[in-house]
Each structure stands twice: as structure tokens, then as C-alpha cells.
């Protein structure tokens, strides 16, 4: 009977993790691309700062790829960074002009720091959940943060891209650090260990 008992569990946590994996999967495309409207239609002044609408949807769209890695393992992941990446391609097709530009600007940032979060994701997999999300994000961020601005507000000044990429980073980084709690409570709903292989 106790063995009985064993393999249901098994099952049910094996069923669990079959639709709880894709639903963070989705989420994370759909953060991506709300990031992306947001950016190109809200550009928010917090003291000095000027900040993107999409930077807070961004940072929890990279959290929620960190909580992917960590529970469901390697491929799970790839197939969430590539359908981020689809679903800014849409919203860069969908739309022109100015907002066509931004929108291409997080395209090209999210292939670059999405391969970054990936390299880091393998680097720190080991280590504390809250050194995990917090190392791989700040650095994956930093290059999201430096190539969005750079190609997204190339016709303002410098120094005010240096307002938007300062605020912006910042902004992400608080994100993170607010979102850290979420990666841990999900282990209630990824209760199975994937392999730590890389």
C-alpha cells in the first residue's frame, strides 16, 4: 500500500508539473510582450530618473525564466526565451514608426540578454535560490538595460539616455529583488527537483 501511495504521488506531481511549467512559460512571453506596449507608449519620470513602462513586466519576465531553469531545468527554459523572443518579434511586426523602433530595440536587447541569463543561469544554478535569480539578473539586465536605450532613445542626448539607463537599471534591479520571494514560494507549485546539469 505504501508503495501504492508512492507511485500516486509520483503521478500527481509529474501531472502538477505538466501544465504548471508551460503556464510560466506562457506568463514569461506574455510579460515580454506587455513589456514591450508599455515601453513604447510610457516613459515614466521617477525623481532624476526616466524610466520605460515595460522595465517592471521585464525584470519579472527574467525572474520567472530564472524559477523555469531552476524547476523545470534547461529545455523548458530555451522554449521560454524563444517564445519571449516570438512574441516581441509580433509586437515588432504588428506595429511601425517610432513605436516600431522600440519594439525592435527589445527584440535585439532580449536576444542579447536572454543568451547572457542563460550563460549566468548556468554559472550560479548552484547556488542559493536569492544568489541565483539576484547574479544572473543584475548582469543579464545590465546588458538589456544598455542595449535597449542605446537603440530604442538613440536620437535624445546623452545624457539623458544615461537618465533613462540609469533609472531603468535601477528600476529592474528593485524588481528583482521584490520578485526573489516568488521564485521561492513556486517551489510549492514545482515540487519536483529537475537535474542540475546544464
Known amino acids: ?9 509520483q503521478v500527481d506531481a509529474a501531472a502538477h508539473q505538466t501544465w504548471v511549467i508551460p503556464t510560466f512559460i506562457i506568463l514569461a512571453a506574455l510579460l515580454d510582450f506587455g513589456a514591450n506596449w508599455l515601453a513604447a507608449h510610457y516613459l515614466v519620470p521617477i525623481g532624476p530618473w526616466l524610466i520605460p513602462g515595460g522595465t517592471f513586466l521585464f525584470a519579472l519576465a527574467f525572474t520567472v525564466y530564472d524559477v523555469i ?12 526565451v524563444v ?3 516570438l512574441a516581441s518579434m ?3 511586426l504588428a506595429f511601425g514608426g517610432g513605436i516600431g523602433r522600440i519594439a525592435l530595440a527589445g527584440l ?9 541569463d542563460l550563460l549566468m543561469q548556468s554559472v550560479t544554478l548552484r547556488r542559493p535560490i536569492w544568489q541565483y535569480v539576484s547574479i544572473s539578473n543584475a548582469v543579464s539586465l545590465a546588458i538589456d538595460t544598455v542595449v535597449f536605450t542605446t537603440i530604442a ?4 542626448p546623452p545624457d539623458v539616455r544615461l537618465r533613462i539607463m540609469e533609472g531603468q537599471y535601477l528600476a529592474k534591479i528593485a524588481m528583482t529583488v521584490l520578485s526573489v520571494p516568488l ?8 515540487p519536483s527537483t529537475p537535474p542540475t546539469s546544464t
Do not use: K
Request: proline share 4%; charged share 15%; with cysteine.
Open 108 to 116: 535585439v536587447a532580449l536576444a542579447c540578454s536572454s543568451t547572457t
Open 69 to 80: 531553469r531552476r524547476r523545470g531545468g534547461l529545455p523548458p527554459t530555451l522554449i521560454a
Open 83 to 85: 517564445a519571449g523572443f
Open 153 to 156: 532613445f538613440a536620437m535624445l
Open 90 to 92: 509580433l509586437y515588432s
Open 183 to 190: 521564485v521561492y514560494a513556486a517551489r510549492t507549485l514545482l
Open 1 to 9: 500500500m505504501a508503495e501504492i501511495a508512492s507511485d500516486r504521488q
